[in-house]
């Protein structure tokens, strides 16, 4: 099937056709999960936020200005909607002492060194993101995993450029502190330092 434009079923949905917003949903429905996801550190909570964020979106299309994307618009609403639930809970987080794992539990699950590894360190960085606050984590995952520009990531979050440019600065200090302390951990516990 051939998709149209966003702003085709935009058209439709508000011409009163609202199954046209499905295929609206089915276009972005990854990438929203994706954001929710990264901002929120586990499935279920991304998939609330995604769809309170879908069905803020429909029941906003009205307001919806042609000026932005749809894809910033929509990013935005999960954005904030991410952020608000985050905001809202209490969670226990790990410290750096308790990081489940080191480099040898990672060498017995796999068949080679490299696999465990790349393994190992993907879940240091996964570690690392979820210790740092909401908002530097939704920033870290839109510039380097959704591989948005800065001026995409001001226009999702409300954020200045140049202050987005700091937070991201700030935010890979902190994880580089916490993989660091980690990898010191390990070097101890595994007798190498």
């Known amino acids: 099937m051939e998709y149209k ?14 199954n046209a917003f499905s295929f609206l949903v089915e276009r972005h429905k ?14 279920e909570e991304a998939e609330e936020i995604t769809q309170d ?5 429909y029941r906003s299309l009205g307001r919806f200005r042609r000026q932005a994307s749809f894809n910033t618009w929509l990013y935005r609403i999960v ?35 490299q696999e465990a590894e790349r393994d190992y ?25 959704d591989e948005m520009d800065i ?10 450029k140049s202050n987005i440019k700091v937070r991201l600065f700030r935010a890979r200090q902190k994880m580089l502190d916490i993989i660091e302390k980690i990898e010191k951990k390990n ?3 595994n007798g190498k330092a």
């Open 30 to 43: 990854d990438r929203a999960f994706n954001l929710a996801f990264k901002i929120a550190g586990n499935r």
């Open 151 to 160: 001026g995409e990531i001001s226009d999702i979050t409300g954020i200045t």
């Open 121 to 145: 360190r993907n879940s240091i960085v996964n570690f690392a993101l979820q210790k740092i606050n909401e908002d530097e984590r939704a920033l870290i995952s839109l510039y380097y995993y």
């Open 79 to 113: 954005y904030n909607t991410a952020i608000s639930l985050v905001r809202g809970r209490k969670k226990g987080i790990l410290s750096v002492e308790e990081f489940p794992a080191s480099i040898v539990d990672f060498i017995s699950y796999t068949a080679n060194e």
């Open 53 to 57: 964020a879908f069905l803020k979106a």
């Open 187 to 189: 070097l101890i516990h």
């Open 5 to 18: 434009a966003d702003i085709f079923y935009i058209d439709q949905v508000l011409d009163g056709k609202s």
